[in-house]
C-alpha cells in the first residue's frame, strides 16, 4: 500500500459522457501526478500541481482538465470521452515535487469508454 | 531530448534463473534522476528503487540488483533465483530537473515455474 488512494477503482462510461476522478495523496505530501497508461501509447504523464499551483503539464488533452484542492486531494477531469481515452489512469504523489522525490503511485483508476 | 528505452518487450525464464532487464536512457541534462516500477498483474505500480546521476554505486536489495553506467547511459535491473511473484511489468523511468517524468514502453516478465 503506497499510501495514495484513487477511486474508482473502475469505471464504465459512455463516449461523450464526463467523469471525475478523484485522488488522495500520502499524508504529508504536497506534489501530485497524473498519469495515462494505454495500450498504444504507453505511460503517459499529464500534469503535476504543488501545493495547489499546476507546476508541469505533460501530454493532457484539451479536454482534460485538473486541480488540487486546498486539503491536497486532487481531481482530474475528463470530459467528452472518446474511445481512446479508456485506460488506466494513475495518480501519484511526493513531499514536494522535486525530481529527487521518490513518487508514490496509487492503484490506478480503470477508465472504460463504450 | 529525453528518452527512456526498455528494448525487451516480454521476457520468460523459468523459476530460479536469473534475468537482467535493460533500461537505456538519453538527457542533455546532467542532474536526473532513475526509477524502476514494478507493475504486477494488479495493474498498481510499485515503487523499486530511485537513483540520482551522480551516484553510480551499484545497489542490491535481497534478490533485486541494478547497475548504473553513466557512460553507457544504462541502469540495468538484475533478478537473482527468480520466483513466480517476480512476474511482471517494469518500467525504467527518468526524472529531469524540469519535472518531467519519462517512462520507457516496460518489460514483461514472465517467470515459469
Known amino acids: 500500500d503506497s499510501g495514495v488512494t484513487q477511486t474508482p477503482k473502475h469505471l464504465i462510461t459512455a463516449t461523450g459522457q464526463r467523469v471525475t476522478l478523484r485522488c488522495s495523496p500520502r499524508?504529508?505530501?504536497?506534489?501530485v501526478y497524473w498519469y495515462q497508461q494505454s495500450l498504444d501509447q504507453g505511460l503517459q504523464f499529464l500534469i503535476q500541481y504543488y501545493n495547489g499551483e499546476e507546476r508541469a503539464k505533460g501530454n493532457i488533452l484539451e479536454r482534460f482538465s485538473a486541480q488540487q484542492f486546498p486539503d491536497l486531494h486532487s481531481e482530474l477531469n475528463l470530459s467528452s470521452l472518446e474511445l481512446g481515452d479508456s485506460a488506466l489512469y494513475f495518480c501519484?504523489?511526493?513531499?514536494?515535487?522535486?525530481?529527487?522525490?521518490?513518487?508514490?503511485f496509487g492503484e490506478g483508476s480503470w477508465l472504460t469508454v463504450v | 531530448a529525453q528518452k527512456v528505452t526498455q528494448a525487451q518487450t516480454e521476457i520468460s525464464v523459468v523459476e530460479k534463473e536469473d534475468v537482467t532487464l535493460d533500461c537505456v536512457y538519453e538527457?542533455?541534462?546532467?542532474?536526473?534522476?532513475l526509477f524502476w516500477y514494478k507493475q504486477p498483474p494488479s495493474g498498481e505500480l510499485v515503487f523499486l528503487i530511485r537513483?540520482?546521476?551522480?551516484?553510480?554505486q551499484n545497489e542490491i536489495s535481497g534478490r533485486y540488483s541494478w547497475n548504473f553506467q553513466k557512460s553507457t547511459s544504462s541502469f540495468n535491473f538484475t533478478i537473482t533465483a527468480s520466483q513466480v511473484v517476480d512476474s511482471a511489468v517494469y518500467f525504467c523511468a527518468l526524472f529531469n530537473t524540469g519535472n518531467q517524468f519519462y517512462f520507457g514502453t516496460g518489460t514483461s516478465l514472465t517467470v515459469i515455474p
Open positions: 537513483r540520482n546521476s551522480f551516484d553510480e
Open positions: 499524508s504529508g505530501d504536497l506534489s
Open positions: 501519484a504523489s511526493s513531499v514536494t515535487g522535486d525530481p529527487g522525490n521518490t513518487i508514490y
Open positions: 538527457t542533455r541534462d546532467t542532474t536526473y534522476y
